[in-house]
């Protein structure tokens, strides 16, 4: 009997069934036991946090819009899906590239189940209400990593002249037949979901809307300058104050919106290649997206060496059989240009490899620490002293284990664990990995990673 099919048949309760019933996929991973023998090229896709309000933004454009390098990845069906709910035309013209139609709802309800399972389905409810007057939303789900409230939005749709109603669990927002009106405001939370959804609201808003504390990430950027190309007129995207000079419908004249690579996808890479690569380049990035990272990377020893779109790291002869030349640092999360949470359950994972003892201090979310426990039980020395800060001893060989992926980033952290350990690894709920890295086991299994995805 093959190992799939053995882990297959273990999974399988007595009446039948299996834990994943026999609706999900899971991973099959053999680990490495601490070799470093992965060697090749790891290609970035486009960043789903840039292409997402992208397709929000569609809904702003008079004439439809077009967009490439699109990572073909769970949460961009889901947006597709919400889209065509509302009666919009979406036509996958290749792999990587979709058309918008042209704009005419036949509701201004978002969808309630797929709302309820995506977080970033609320960047909808900026371009819907400013276009149509109106939106109703359920409080979106996504993540499970804390309490991620949706007051600020609230407060800032009612600053521009909206009236807020909650009923049944519902969020029924409307301008009353009026247009929104600019304001200045203020976020108590550096969010870049608010940041976009704010920022694309104001676009057909009478008069100026000024955001202050506002998401610097480079995504805010990558969609601000293409609206701009359109007939937007917002300055200061990708910095602490974003002005919006509010106007028309947006035309996009057969212009492209091309999406920049994922920050993070291409973050999580380098941490695998400092784990376990001999000789590995992550390509199609953008390197001074990553200087957070790749700084905390340097800082442990680890050799980069940085081209204009591709990271490379070599191992030194004298580690290729593990990481005794790396040494402990400490990480702080914070918002982009900090450390990004979304990277500190992988960088955990290569602390656990290192000499030394390690911080790691999460500033954003209070629940992201919570795969601290099953990293303990492949033996890793960890001791999470608050739901914000944990030490890390190491050098500690894994041992592969069966886990369950809580969320996107730490469920590719279990993946980094279990190439890197001794013994072979279930991963349950990649179903969540999916949500944000594209048929991700494929591109591993090109550099050696020993891999498999299973459907029961």
Same mark, same amino acid.
């Given at each position: 009997m093959s190992f799939a099919k053995f882990i297959c048949c273990q999974l399988r309760y007595a009446n039948g069934s299996t834990r994943i019933g026999g609706m999900r996929d899971i991973f099959l991973i053999k680990g490495l036991s601490g070799r470093k023998t992965l060697s090749g090229t790891l290609p970035v896709q486009g960043a789903k946090n840039a292409a997402l309000p992208a397709f929000a933004a569609s809904l702003l454009f008079k004439d439809g819009m077009r967009l490439t390098n699109v990572p073909y990845i769970e949460d961009i069906r889901r947006?597709?899906?919400?889209?065509?709910?509302?009666?919009?035309?979406?036509y996958? $013209?290749?792999?990587? =590239?979709? *058309?918008?139609?042209?704009? *005419?709802?036949?509701?201004?309800d978002l969808n309630r189940e797929l709302s309820k399972n995506m977080r970033a389905s609320i960047v909808f409810t900026g371009s819907v209400l400013a276009r149509y007057g109106q939106v109703s939303f359920p409080h979106p789900g996504g993540c499970?990593?804390?309490?991620?409230?949706? $007051?600020?939005?609230?407060?800032?749709?009612?600053?521009?002249?909206?009236?807020?109603?909650?009923?049944? #669990?519902? /969020?029924?927002?409307? !301008? %009353?037949?009026?247009?929104? @009106?600019?304001?200045?405001?203020?976020?108590?939370?550096? =969010? %870049?979901?608010?940041?976009?959804? &704010?920022?694309?609201?104001?676009?057909?808003?009478d008069?100026? !809307? *000024?955001?202050?504390?506002?998401?610097?990430?480079?995504?805010?950027?990558?969609?601000? $300058?293409?609206?701009?190309?359109?007939?937007?007129?917002? =300055?200061?995207?990708?910095?602490? *104050?974003?002005?919006?000079?509010?106007? =028309?419908?947006?035309?996009? @004249?057969?212009?492209?919106? @091309?999406?920049?690579?994922?920050?993070?996808?291409?973050?999580?890479?380098l941490i695998l290649a400092a784990l376990a690569g001999e000789n590995i380049a992550v390509t199609d990035c953008e390197p001074k997206h990553l200087d957070s990272l !790749?700084?905390?990377?340097?800082?442990?020893?680890?050799?980069?060496?940085?081209?204009s779109h591709s990271i490379a790291v070599r191992a030194a002869k004298s580690m290729k059989a593990g990481n005794a030349g790396f040494h402990a640092v400490n990480i702080k999360t914070h918002e982009y240009p900090g450390f990004p949470t979304d990277l500190q359950a992988p960088f955990a994972v290569f602390l656990t490899q290192v000499t030394g003892e390690s911080r790691v201090f999460e500033?954003?979310?209070?629940?992201?620490?919570? /795969?601290?426990?099953?990293?303990?039980?492949?033996?890793?020395?960890i001791h999470?002293?608050?739901?914000?800060?944990?030490?890390?001893?190491?050098?500690? &060989?894994?041992?592969?284990?069966?886990?369950? #992926?809580?969320?996107?980033?730490?469920?590719?952290a279990y993946v980094l664990a279990a190439i890197t350990a001794r013994g072979r690894s279930v991963i349950n709920n990649i179903h969540l990995i999916d949500r944000g890295y594209q048929r991700i086991e494929e591109r591993l299994k090109a550099v050696g990673v020993d891999i498999e995805r299973v459907s029961n």
């Open positions: 947006s597709v899906e919400l889209l065509e709910d509302l009666g919009v035309a979406v996958r $013209d290749s792999a990587d =590239s979709w *058309t918008v139609g042209k704009v *005419t709802l036949k509701t201004t499970v990593l804390g309490e991620r409230p949706v $007051d600020m939005f609230l407060a800032a749709f009612e600053k521009m002249g909206a009236n807020v109603k909650v009923a049944n #669990g519902i /969020y029924n927002i409307s !301008t %009353h037949g009026k247009k929104l @009106r600019g304001a200045d405001i203020f976020l108590h939370v550096q =969010s %870049h979901t608010a940041t976009e959804t &704010l920022m694309m609201a104001a676009i057909l808003a008069g100026r !809307t *000024t955001i202050r504390n506002a998401a610097m990430e480079p995504e805010v950027a990558n969609v601000a $300058d293409f609206l701009n190309s359109c007939g937007a007129k917002i =300055s200061g995207a990708g910095t602490p *104050t974003v002005i919006v000079e509010g106007g =028309s419908l947006l035309f996009s @004249r057969r212009k492209v919106f @091309r999406t920049m690579p994922d920050r993070i996808e291409a973050g999580s890479f !790749t700084n905390s990377l340097k800082m442990a020893g680890v050799p980069l060496k940085v081209n500033t954003i979310f209070e629940g992201r620490l919570n /795969y601290a426990s099953d990293l303990v039980k492949m033996s890793a020395d999470v002293w608050n739901p914000h800060e944990m030490t890390i001893k190491g050098p500690k &060989l894994l041992k592969g284990r069966e886990l369950e #992926g809580p969320d996107i980033r730490a469920g590719l």
